[in-house]
């Protein structure tokens, strides 16, 4: 039997055929970003051949062949007013990662649906993704179906992910989102991004694991779920990381082979737009600013104040403007070069070659379409990520960001003046985009190539660090350290007693 086994291993291995999996995907947190950033892996994936169950709260719109939706997992999407999440700082900005993360999950694990999925004993499955984002937990679904797991991060890894899997998390030049800086850390912000980084690594093992472990205690009770190893055990033995980041988006730092940078996975081949937006940008001589916040950032909620301030501003201008929003008023009067709608080909638009100006809140997705497509952007951040994705954009160049909090009609339109003005701006986006453009094979392509790498070797413990299994004390080389130190203190001392013995 053995025998057999190996050699259908080695067969599959060496003729790089890949078995078509049971694949299950456990996201099942109401973030739609997150799930919609690597929905485009699972289609692929089930276009393979895999046979693939996503457990997520964000079901397809149309259904694909082998493709299983289960969830979603809340009754009534509760309109997050996103102002609350707004101006937080470095230290306030992990706790409410916490806090979030703990109240989410507990709201997804104790819903019906969930509850029978996870009892449900019917099902097997050959490999697992979870994940990153405040779903500790749901590495147990590995030891629940016995198979390897993949970790999916929605963004680039941060300490609380980079501790398990042992990839550095260097505080000098890594920067942490919170902390809102890039790596051209000056003290200050090298000192707040240490103690962001700290409360990650450790005060994090006191404050928050113990929660999300009585979540997995609590809501993960399958059959033989006492025979689980510790969760840290199992966040050490992850086969695999997927990151949502490119380093012409993001930064450039050390990863570990099994850490793969897949971002831009969700944009596809422009398509044809319909006819109307077609004929818009076809006949503006001007060029066109498309402006969009996004999913969560409706412009109905932002202060009056802040809203006549886009409307006039934008208004003026003599490009036309396409912007991603149905005014809740009826009595507002738009100027002729402004359309409005409640939904966009983001991405199809941002391809056409009249737009010269993309108006964003600096979301992960919305950044890597418009470096795919060299645009030019002014950023106006709101929350989790954002401005720290702006920050970057200003340090690469290709846009500027403006302070929703101190806009006015005067910094908001020298913001886009500049940008259009000054051709730094569109020649940097068009340096980064040739940078994201230029790679041996496309994100998606290689997400795939490498979840099928997992399968074909059930599991990737050979990709994972080999500092694994060493402690804080015996990989900073603390005891080597002391030793070194301890016997450069003793060669000190018996200089010193030499001397006193010689001179008397
Ligand atoms: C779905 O999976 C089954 C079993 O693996 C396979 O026979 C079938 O061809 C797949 N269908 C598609 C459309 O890929
Ligand atoms: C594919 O997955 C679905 C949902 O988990 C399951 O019901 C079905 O039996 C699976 N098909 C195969 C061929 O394993
Ligand atoms: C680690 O993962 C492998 C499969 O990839 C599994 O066989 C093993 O039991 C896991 N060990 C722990 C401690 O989770
Ligand atoms: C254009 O922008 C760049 C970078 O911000 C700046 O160095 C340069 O002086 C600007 N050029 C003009 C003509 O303002």
Redesign the pocket.
């Known amino acids: 039997m053995l025998p057999c086994v190996v050699f259908c291993l080695v067969l599959c291995i060496t003729t790089n055929v890949t078995r078509a999996a049971n694949i299950l995907v456990f996201m099942p947190l109401p973030i739609k970003s997150h799930v919609r950033g690597f929905q485009p892996l699972f289609e692929e994936l089930s276009n393979r051949g895999h046979n693939v169950t996503v457990v997520s709260s964000f079901p397809l719109d149309r259904p694909v062949a082998n493709y299983t939706d289960i969830g979603p997992f809340v009754d009534k999407t509760r309109g997050r007013n996103v102002m609350d999440l707004v101006s937080m700082n470095f230290v306030t900005s992990v706790q409410l990662k916490w806090r979030i993360s703990i109240q989410l999950s507990e709201m997804v694990m104790s819903h019906r649906k969930m509850k029978q999925f996870v009892q449900s004993s019917s099902n097997s499955f050959d490999l697992i993704m979870v994940e990153t984002f405040g779903q500790e937990y749901a590495v147990a679904m590995g030891h629940k179906f016995n198979a390897p797991v993949i970790n999916l991060a929605p963004a680039m890894i941060w300490a609380s992910i980079s501790k398990w899997l042992h990839v550095p998390s260097t505080f000098s030049y890594i920067p942490d989102a919170c902390t809102q800086s890039t790596s051209d850390m000056g003290f200050i912000e090298r000192l707040k991004n240490s103690i962001t980084g700290f409360m990650q690594l450790y005060v994090e093992n006191y404050l928050y694991l113990p929660k999300t472990k009585e979540v997995m205690d609590t809501y993960l009770k399958y059959r033989g779920w006492e025979s689980r190893p510790p969760l840290e055990h199992m966040l050490n033995n992850i086969s695999l990381t997927l990151v949502n980041s490119h380093n012409a988006i993001g930064i450039s730092r050390a990863y570990l082979p099994g850490i793969i940078e897949v971002g831009g996975m969700h944009i596809k081949d422009p398509k044809p737009l319909p006819k109307n937006l077609q004929t818009f940008l076809d006949t503006a001589n001007e060029g066109v600013i498309f402006f969009s916040f996004g999913t969560l950032v409706n412009l109905n909620d932002l202060p009056k104040a802040k809203l006549k301030v886009f409307i006039s501003v934008l208004g003026r201008l003599k490009q036309k403007v396409i912007i991603k929003w149905i005014p809740d008023d009826n009595n507002v009067k738009l100027s002729q070069n402004i359309m409005t709608g409640s939904w966009f080909p983001q991405r199809d638009i941002l391809a056409h070659p009249n737009v010269i100006l993309f108006i964003t809140h600096g979301g992960l997705h919305s950044l890597e379409e418009t470096v795919c497509n060299a645009k030019p952007i002014v950023g106006i951040p709101f929350f989790a990520e954002q401005n720290f994705n702006m920050k970057i954009v200003e340090e690469k160049?290709y846009g500027k960001l403006v302070n929703f909090f101190e806009i006015t009609e005067e910094s908001f339109g020298n913001a886009i003046e500049?940008v259009l003005?000054?051709?730094?701006?569109k020649e940097k986006a068009i340096i980064q985009s040739l940078v994201y453009k230029d790679q041996p094979m496309k994100p998606l392509d290689r997400a795939v190539y490498w979840v099928e790498y997992v399968i074909r070797y059930g599991g990737a413990g050979h990709l994972k660090s080999d500092s694994i299994g060493l402690n804080d004390l015996q990989y900073f080389l603390f005891d080597i350290s002391l030793i070194v130190l301890l016997s450069f203190g003793l060669i000190a001392w018996l200089c010193y007693f030499l001397f006193v013995k010689i001179m008397s």
């Open positions: 160049g500049e003005s000054n051709v730094t701006f």
